[in-house]
């Protein structure tokens, strides 16, 4: 072993150019591998399903099995973008790598069989209730495990217990309804669908299909039937064939769809839940209730809605910890985000002396026309009265180059609106409206 050593310690004497360069290459090799391995991910679930978009109101455009590797392309909150044959590109929630999607389920719809459902943030029944659903009424079943569905009401998403829906032979699609909005509807609703980019109309629903035209991007046509991931739809002139559904968006109307449904799913919010740490905020009638607390949970839940969207949140706090009204604002600027949401809690001088909501913004060009978005959805989802969109001259408004506005929803100090404002259901409908006002605001 001595002598071993003794011609290691001559050889390192005599070659020690060779010696590092051999060193270098072992070292660039290694992080190379590690770089790799952490760019690829491996399917484990037995179906996976691939999205158009990243978030799971987005359609399916295909499915992957178990086994499969991909090389990660881009990473978006919570969804990995994969390249597929073909040179589709496709989106995966990295949650569900390591889960069963239930291929059958996918985008079903699914009709409520009791009195009263109740929508659950996770698969759990000790889980917070995000809000209920009523006999006879639909959803969309993302998929489903363990007893339980993931659905999509209303562009959120929730669990449902499976004895609770029955599953219907309809598929759901997304689709841009009459005005403008989009939704998740039976198939029988669209009416036609409009090509995102160049693409070919095939005499079979396959790449390897004989093409009957080229189509030009933003192409109107008119939706026939639907056969896999593919539509069978027919030209102005009259020629039939099919299209890539990854290639098309889809309308509820006669008219055209828009190329891009929404661009919330490319959008970068910022939340801001009002006060924090040693600074309470507003405090409710029993003393003991601070603005603080409520809103760190309704941001939470706005994140949680977005995300499922698509679109990227930044959050100012994520916990109860004090952040100077200077810094919020700076941090908008700073990161330079499409639109920044402080969320606040009234009150008023005398207790039950006022009561509502309120949307405020300080610049009439870049904010007003967030603020009447935001304003008009939770005016149609809130139980309180909604006192419409003013003007506020608040600080993280006024130093803000982006758009942003200030919501003030509810008077912490008023009875009735503080029974609302502690509720989950409250904080979830208000949590829902701000992602509908943000989907119409980005259109």
């Not at 009259?238 to 559904?245: C, D, N, P, R």
């Not at 509820?252 to 891009?260: C, G, S």
């Not at 601070?290 to 679109?311: I, M, N, P, Q």
């Not at 803000?400 to 989950?424: F, R």
Request: net charge neutral.
């Amino acid at each position: 072993m001595a002598a071993f050593f003794t011609r290691c310690k001559q050889f390192l004497r005599r070659y020690p150019l060779l010696v590092l360069v051999t060193l270098v290459a072992v070292l660039a090799f290694g992080f190379t591998t590690a770089l790799a391995n952490y760019n690829m991910i491996t399917v484990r679930a037995s179906v996976l399903n691939v999205r158009q978009g990243p978030g799971l109101s987005y359609n399916v455009m295909a499915q992957v099995s178990g086994g499969q590797k991909y090389t990660i392309l881009d990473q978006r909150n919570d969804w990995y973008q994969i390249r597929l044959d073909n040179n589709r590109i496709g989106w995966l929630a990295s949650w569900l790598v390591d889960n069963t999607e239930v291929s059958q389920a996918t985008n079903r719809v699914g009709l409520v069989t009791v009195n009263e459902a109740n929508i659950r943030q996770s698969a759990n029944t000790a889980a917070q209730v995000l809000g209920t659903a009523k006999s006879g009424e639909k959803v969309t079943v993302l998929y489903q495990a363990n007893g339980w569905s993931q659905v999509l009401v209303n562009n959120s998403v929730g669990w449902m217990r499976n004895d609770t829906i029955k599953l219907t032979n309809e598929t759901a699609s997304t689709v841009q309804t009459n005005d403008g909005s989009n939704a998740q509807v039976s198939q029988a609703a669209i009416k036609t669908v409009t090509t995102k980019q160049t693409a070919y109309l095939r005499s079979s629903p396959s790449d390897e299909a004989s093409a009957v035209t080229a189509l030009s991007a933003n192409t109107t046509l008119t939706y026939l039937e639907t056969t896999g991931q593919w539509y069978y739809v027919q030209t102005k002139s009259g020629q039939k064939g099919y299209v890539a559904s990854w290639l098309v968006s889809l309308s509820a109307n006669d008219t055209a769809a828009k190329t891009i449904p929404t661009k919330l799913s490319e959008a970068t919010i910022m939340l801001d839940p009002g006060h924090g740490g040693s600074d309470s905020g507003a405090i409710a009638n029993n003393g003991t209730s601070f603005e603080k607390t409520y809103t760190l949970e309704t941001a939470k839940l706005v994140a949680a809605a977005l995300r499922a969207a698509g679109a990227k949140v930044i959050m100012t706090r994520t916990s109860d910890t004090f952040v100077d009204l200077g810094p919020r604002a700076d941090m908008a600027n700073k990161d330079g985000v499409d639109a920044y949401i402080s969320i606040h809690f009234d009150s008023a001088p005398t207790a039950n002396q006022a009561s509502g909501f309120t949307t405020y913004y300080y610049n009439p060009k870049k904010d007003l026309g967030l603020a009447k978005s935001l304003s008009t959805a939770l005016g149609q989802a809130l139980p309180l009265t909604n006192k419409g969109v003013s003007y506020g001259n608040f600080e993280v408004l006024r130093d803000n180059d982006e758009p942003a506005v200030l919501l003030e929803l509810g008077y912490i100090n008023n009875d009735t609106d503080y029974k609302e404002i502690k509720s989950a259901n409250y904080q979830q409908q208000a949590a829902n409206a701000i992602t509908q006002g943000l989907l119409k605001y980005f259109q």
